[in-house]
């Protein structure tokens, strides 16, 4: 099987910068997402990456190294409402999305 | 535009009845697939249907199953409900994958 690697648990101050690494199984890669979940609502897309390199989103950033299997999403400027579960999942080979369980994040005034 | 609406949002059931969730995808969208997360296991990948078909499947119990419609509507069901089934099941609908999946808001399953 394939195994997504995200820290459970994460915190920081608003106005702070915070980086939640990920890290996959290179084998039968085909893609990244990056979704949002806030407690008791639906995941929201925020970001895909398929090339190695960064890709910028106002407040949010994703990066990819397809060579060492890892991926971090870069949160500027934190908000409150920035407060949620971060999912990092990964397209395998035949097109099915595998997510990790998932880092919460609180953000802390 | 609608998103994608799930139905019913909540629900009880007891242990050894069967369930039938209902998913709606956006309007154009073929492709949808069902996930079940739980506080421990995260999203567990269910199934996907594309066109009627069904195009893969995860690692769940025969007891899980799903089907398409020709407009593109999504049913999923389970047989012999066991407590471990509680869970919030999702759906997401896509156009293709450099789209994204678009996740309805889930059903609440809670096994009694």
């Known amino acids: 099987g394939q195994n997504i690697d995200q820290p459970t648990e994460m915190t920081a101050t608003e106005g702070a910068i915070v980086q939640i690494n990920c890290t996959y199984q290179?084998?039968?890669?085909?893609?990244l997402f990056w979704y949002q979940q806030h407690a008791g609502e639906a995941p929201t897309f925020l970001s895909y990456n398929v090339l190695d390199g960064l890709e910028e989103k106002g407040r949010f950033s994703s990066f990819l190294s397809r060579s060492k299997g890892y991926s971090y999403l870069l949160l500027k400027e934190l908000q409150m409402k920035d407060s949620a579960s971060y999912l990092c999942?990964?397209?395998?080979?035949?097109?099915?999305?595998?997510f990790g369980t998932g880092t919460r994040l609180q953000v802390f005034p | 535009k609608a998103g994608v609406t799930q139905t019913p949002r909540y629900l009880i059931k007891t242990r050894g009845q069967q369930v039938t969730l209902s998913c709606s995808p956006i309007?154009?969208?073929?492709?949808v697939s069902w996930y079940q997360q739980t506080p421990g296991q995260g999203l567990q990948f269910l199934f996907e249907?594309?066109?009627?078909?069904?195009?893969n499947k995860g690692n769940f119990p025969g007891r899980f199953s799903g089907r398409q419609f020709s407009n593109s509507r999504s049913e999923m069901n389970v047989s012999t409900l066991e407590l471990g089934d509680s869970a919030l099941y999702l759906c997401?609908?896509?156009?293709?994958?450099?789209?994204?999946?678009?996740f309805g808001s889930g059903t609440r399953l809670t096994v009694v």
């Open positions: 249907y594309f066109s009627e078909t069904q195009r």
């Open positions: 290179t084998s039968g890669f085909n893609g």
């Open positions: 999942a990964q397209v395998d080979n035949t097109d099915k999305l595998i």
């Open positions: 309007s154009g969208h073929r492709s």
């Open positions: 997401a609908s896509s156009l293709g994958q450099l789209n994204g999946y678009t």
